[in-house]
């Protein structure tokens, strides 16, 4: 059983050729959850990581990961110590594929805070992560 926000909507399809193989986000989730590790996890939060938490620090490569594969928009939550916690949109259905970070936290998805890929991947450091998450799920579609 799913955990992740968004685990029981209706399925999102990828929009990508190089990811037809993909057939929704809860198979997304299943095989990044294979490719999610401390060294893709936000440095911060890498002492924390574990593969109990696997989603620990994962939000915006694996947002924007998500979008790639289904297209969409990537929208953010924002979190009491400043930042945004980040999620997706593909044709009105939400889903949150880090969302089990946050244990029983209720986050309020509402879509009023856009994110873009420029403005995130601007730090290197984190375009590095994305890089690292996406040829990971590359390697295992092989």
Known sequence: MYKFYGAETPAVTPVAEEYKSIADQRQLYDLLKKVWSADTCAPRLRAEWSKQNPTLGQC?????????????EVYGVPLAGGGFHCYNVVNGIRFDLTSEQFGEEKLVYDERFPQSREEHFTDEEKFARYKKLRDGLKELLK
Do not use: K, M
């Open 60 to 72: 915006s490569i694996t947002s924007f990961l998500a979008q790639d594969v289904f297209g969409g």
